[in-house]
């Protein structure tokens, strides 16, 4: 079983910035996709970004477009979120995200890490 430790949350001003980072161990060979979900209270787990371990191919959800970006360093096992431009709407637990191919549904994806909790607010 891979695990992933999200970290790097925290309170930000509207139009602020932050990165997220995601630390992987275990058998991360059996997996070719991470990806970042968020979760606001009463809503459901929402997808955000997505890269692959090789390749680095990218998806992002259009409320990412433009404002996060995501990246990984394969030697340190690592995948991260850069937000930029934050909104009060971004506000939400970010989890981290482990599965075999880039896709949307939070079902797809078979390993999860604990959530970091990001809040955007003046």
């Known amino acids: 079983q891979v695990q992933l430790v999200e970290s790097g949350g925290g309170l930000v001003q509207p139009g602020g910035s932050l990165r997220l980072s995601c630390a992987a161990s275990?058998?991360?060979?059996?997996?070719?996709?991470m990806a970042w979900f968020r979760q606001s209270p009463g809503k459901e787990r929402a997808f955000v970004a997505a890269?692959?371990?090789?390749?680095?191919?990218?998806g992002y959800a259009d409320s990412a477009k433009g404002r996060f970006t995501i990246s990984k360093d394969n030697a340190k096992k690592m995948v991260y979120l850069e937000m930029s431009s934050l909104k009060p709407e971004d506000t939400a637990v970010y989890y981290c995200a482990s599965g075999p191919y880039i896709r949307t549904n939070a079902d797809d994806y078979g390993s999860w890490g604990q959530g970091t909790q990001v809040a955007v607010s003046s």
């Open positions: 890269i692959r371990w090789i390749g680095g191919r990218t």
């Open positions: 275990g058998p991360i060979e059996r997996t070719s996709a």
